[in-house]
């Protein structure tokens, strides 16, 4: 993987230089208005929030299309989640509307051309080609999400309709992956089509969300999010298009996926009670770990799939954060999760901020801001991954979504705005013991 990082910062080098960020008073004013006694939060959070604005852009076609950083390509997911603390300011603000809007309405276009693809060009072409759960269910709850905050439904177009056709006939063949599906990766195992699965209920994924290859392809965290998205799916599909058929399925969907969850989901572990496991197979095998990228389970409350004194995600996280997780590192300057897409015990800034999204204590929020600003390699932005002992030694000198999250974390743990969420899982069923 380091192979990788090195590509990333090559193709900096070669790319030009930004586009000129989009102007968004609405935006521009939060970041000058805000003050604080720590001049380094200050510095963070004013470049953290601006960040998006500096990578998106509007295309020829009307939509706006917002690139990861320093790779010239949109992922659906970093791009739902780099638009997300947009969300806070659209309810008055017009023109950061428009620009949601037409997010949206350029992701429905690319759901279209390949629901299998995670990542696309500014021209429509497929970057890559690595089916990944998580990104079918992105754009559904970014769309549910702007629905909810600014009470403008207008997003729901008749495109917009065709994506979420397109999501879910996908979702339906995946949930039987070895009989329905020809997808196929160079990156699988077994010529392309991946390990055994047993039938479970659940929704096959090739990758996990950091781009890497699945061991196992039922991944616990994204379908979770899949239950989320499911549940926007059918209340768009219900309350706006008013198509009872469309919401039915969707909604038959989520349970089958739920019930999946928590027969072959949860893993009884001695010390822990039990834990969600990070992949499964429907056939008896898991893997207890967890991943830096959203959707994880660590965030399972964040994404809306429980909260976060559930008895199964409160052993889960106490897992998640030990030293008997094999990704969880520690270090001298900090502490947290990493992932195998990049060096071996580097943390995640992605998955320090979902610490402190989750934590329940000021005094582990303010623990996880004061890692965070330590992380900081002195160009007051935050990276895809970084050395726990040498924070100067970073990958991804230019990624978009981790500094989103973080705006989003200031916002909501510290200067009291109201987290927005991303769906309505309040009927779901959960095992008991």
């Known amino acids: 993987m380091r192979v990788a990082a090195a590509l990333a910062s090559l193709i900096l080098v070669l790319l030009p230089l930004r586009a000129p960020s989009l102007e968004l008073q609405s935006i521009a004013r939060a970041a000058a208005d805000y003050k604080n006694s720590n001049p380094r ?3 963070m959070f004013r470049s953290a929030l601006l960040d998006t604005g500096k990578l998106a852009e509007y295309a020829p076609d009307g939509t706006a299309y917002i690139k990861t950083g ?22 008055d603000d017009p023109d950061t509307r428009s620009l949601l809007r037409a997010i949206i309405a350029r992701m429905s276009k690319y759901l279209q051309v390949d629901p299998y693809a995670n990542a696309f060009t500014i021209d429509y072409r497929v970057w890559e080609q690595k089916f990944e759960l998580d ?34 006939a996908t979702m339906q063949r995946e949930q039987d992956h070895p009989r329905n599906s020809r997808y ?15 039938y479970t209920g659940m929704i096959w994924t090739g990758f996990r969300p950091s781009d890497d290859a699945c061991y196992y392809n039922f991944l616990i965290p994204s379908e979770m999010f899949a239950v989320v998205a ?4 059918a209340e768009i599909e219900r309350d706006v298009y008013h198509n009872v058929i469309k919401a039915n ?12 969850i928590q027969t072959y989901g949860l893993v009884l572990v001695p010390k822990y009670g039990y834990i969600y496991a990070y992949e499964v197979d ?31 995600y409160d052993n889960t996280r106490k897992f998640l954060l030990s030293q008997d997780n094999p990704s969880f590192y520690q270090g001298s300057v900090a502490r947290g999760i990493g992932s195998w897409h990049t060096p071996d015990h580097w943390i995640w800034p992605l998955a320090l901020i979902m610490q402190g999204l989750t934590a329940t204590t000021d005094t582990e929020k303010q623990d ?41 974390f200031v916002m909501t743990q510290f200067q009291g705005v109201n987290e927005i969420p991303m769906g309505d899982t309040s009927d779901l069923e959960f095992r008991s013991e």
Request: hydrophobic share 35%.
């Open 368 to 408: 996880v801001l004061g890692q965070l600003l330590a992380s900081d390699p002195g160009d007051h932005l935050l990276h895809e991954s970084f050395d726990p002992n040498d924070p100067k030694r970073f990958t991804r000198p230019d990624f978009g979504w981790p500094n989103a999250l973080f705006s989003e």
């Open 249 to 260: 399925e969707a909604k038959s969907l989520r349970d089958e996926v739920q019930r999946g």
């Open 230 to 233: 499911l549940g926007d799916m």
């Open 184 to 198: 196929a990766h160079k990156e699988l195992s077994n010529d392309g089509k991946g390990r055994p699965t047993g």
């Open 135 to 168: 990104s079918l269910a992105y754009p559904v709850t970014l769309a549910w999400s702007y629905w909810k905050t600014t009470g403008d439904a207008s997003v729901f177009t008749p495109d917009y309709q065709k994506a979420l056709d397109a999501i879910l």
């Open 41 to 43: 939060l200050e510095q």
């Open 70 to 91: 320093d790779i010239p390509a949109e992922w659906l997911r970093d791009a739902s989640a780099q638009a997300r603390p947009y969300l806070f300011f659209a309810k």
């Open 282 to 312: 429907g056939l008896g095998h898991a893997i207890l770990t967890d991943d830096a990228n959203i959707p994880s389970l660590l965030s399972a409350p964040y994404i809306g799939y429980t909260v976060s004194n559930d008895r199964y």
